[in-house]
Each structure stands twice: as C-alpha cells, then as structure tokens.
C-alpha cells in the first residue's frame, strides 16, 4: 500500500536527543483514515517526541515522517505550521490553554488560524454553535462556556483542551496523556467521546499514555 494512503506513514526513523546517547528508533508505523493507535509507554520512553515529530516541531535524523501524504521534513517552518493548523487538532499533555481567553474562546481557537477549520465549523452550524456542542459533548455544560479557563478545574481543562482539538474536523487527532487529570469514571466517558467525535468526522487518532487502562 502506498504511503500516500495513510494519515500517517513512519519509515525508518531515527531521532537522538541533544547530548544524549539514547535513540528513538521506530522501523515502521503506519495509521490510516479513521483508524485509532494507542502507544503505551512508561514516562522518558519517547512517546512525547514521537508524537513532536509527527506534528513537525521536531525533525527526524534520519528516515521519514509522512501525513497526509505529505513529507514534513521537505516543508520549511511556515509550511509545517500551516499544515499543522489546517489538518491537526492536538490535545497537549500541559493542555496550553489560553487563561484570557474565555472557555468557548479556546476551543474556537484553530479557526483563527486556519481558514480549512473555519469553513468545517462554519458549516456545521457556525463556529460558536459547534464549539458549544463539542463542549457538550465533553460535559462542559453552557454555564461554563463564557468563564475564564483558568477557573475551571484542571479535569475541566483537560475536556477543553480536548473539544478543542477537535474543533473544525482535522484529518488527524494527536493526544498526549490526554486523560492524565481524569479519574476512572470521568476518563471511560471522555475516551468514548473522544472516541465518538473522531469516528464521526472520520478522524484518525493518535494516542500516546503511560495507563494501560486508557486505551
């Protein structure tokens, strides 16, 4: 099957830390359209920097990096920045949310960076209203949605960080630890809507965790 078939295509990767020894090494990974893979991992084992080298912020010593079909290690900064915005949605393990920015202000965030993921949300209905859902989705009721980030809790946070990701229905979601701030209840009902949301727009998903009870 040709690279150009999958979301994501990884071919003889290798990546050293500065001034470290240790290598991160993968042969092959491949996750096509709509499909979800979950990598476990103990902390320090790499899967932060995997997932930093599929968005492009790192570059591969060797090997290559496919998305989309498309080679990031051949796009320039602005490129992969752009392309990033347009066709990834990554919940982050420090969430990186924006305090002054109100709940649904966050989650509308990508739309103003992304022409692609403003149409997508535009024609479900207009941005306000699809970021509304998403939170929804996400248990983050409409009493919420006009209040700082910052007083949510940080399990509250983490399901902004999330609708977020998803707002305007990028090609690929990238999860890191997402359901680190989740007790057990509260992470079974995020991961079956994470796992809805993604299904509906056809997203593939990418999901990194040291629990082997998120996957």
């Avoid at 980030?149 to 990028?170: F, H, I, K, W, Y």
Wanted: aromatic content about 6%.
């Amino acid at each position: 099957m040709s690279i150009s078939t999958f979301t994501v295509a990884i071919e003889c990767l290798r990546y050293a830390w500065p001034g470290a020894g240790e290598v991160l090494a993968v042969d092959s990974l491949t996750l096509g359209a709509g499909e979800r893979l979950f990598i476990k991992g103990a902390s320090g084992s790499g899967k932060s920097t995997l997932l930093s080298l599929v968005v492009g912020i790192l570059q591969a010593d060797s090997g290559s990096v496919s998305v989309l079909g498309q080679n990031l290690a051949k796009m320039n900064g602005r490129d992969r920045d752009r392309f990033r915005a347009d066709h990834m949605g990554v919940i982050f393990q420090q969430f990186n949310l924006l305090s002054y920015l109100s709940v649904v202000e966050n989650v509308m965030l990508p739309c103003r960076f992304s022409h692609r993921r403003r149409a997508n949300a535009e024609g479900k209905g207009g941005m306000e209203t699809e970021a509304r859902r998403l939170l929804e989705h996400l248990d983050i009721g409409p009493s919420l949605c006009r209040r700082p980030v910052s007083e949510l809790s940080v399990g509250q946070q983490q399901r902004v960080a999330a609708a977020r990701a998803l707002m305007g229905s990028p090609e690929l979601v990238i999860a890191d630890e997402p359901t680190s701030a989740l007790d057990a209840n509260r992470r079974n009902d995020f991961l079956r809507l994470l796992f809805q949301e993604c299904g509906e727009g056809n997203a593939s998903l990418l999901f990194v965790s040291h629990d082997h009870q998120a996957k």
